[in-house]
């Protein structure tokens, strides 16, 4: 396993909600800050949540902050993204990753330098 996975994607419909995870079993998640990008088909990863390594410090893209969660649980190892009122705009994988050890993460992809696998997130009318 090369870095962290993501887990709780699916098909739902317009205005359902989802659960995202994401854990790692071969380190300790609480040691780093974490993000949640996604990327649709056609279009560059963009960012969507990061959350420090404390869980103090939370920042989410405009057009999700009234609508998903970034949460975690240091006790589980485990990071989660909560989607509420999905929209079709919504649809693409989503990542979980790692910022550079001791770095806080931002927006951008750079920052980062631990990804998993992503989990499906298909959004149909």
């Known amino acids: 396993q090369v870095g962290p996975v993501g887990s709780g994607g699916g098909l739902v419909q317009t205005g359902d909600s989802l659960k995202l995870s994401c854990t790692d079993s071969?380190?300790?998640?609480?040691?780093?800050?974490m993000g949640w990008f996604r990327q649709a088909p056609g279009k560059e990863r963009e960012f969507v949540a990061a959350?420090?390594?404390?869980?103090?410090?939370?920042d989410l893209e405009d057009s999700v902050k009234d609508r998903f969660i970034i949460s975690r649980d240091n006790t589980k190892n485990t990071i989660y993204l909560q989607l509420n009122n999905l929209k079709l705009d919504d649809t693409g994988v989503y990542y979980c990753?790692?910022?550079?050890?001791?770095?806080?993460?931002?927006?951008?992809?750079?920052?980062?330098?631990?990804w998993g696998q992503g989990t499906q997130v298909t959004v149909s009318s």
């Open positions: 990753a790692a910022a550079r050890w001791g770095t806080q993460g931002g927006r951008s992809v750079n920052d980062y330098d631990l």
């Open positions: 071969t380190r300790t998640l609480r040691d780093y800050s």
């Open positions: 959350i420090s390594w404390s869980g103090g410090v939370r």
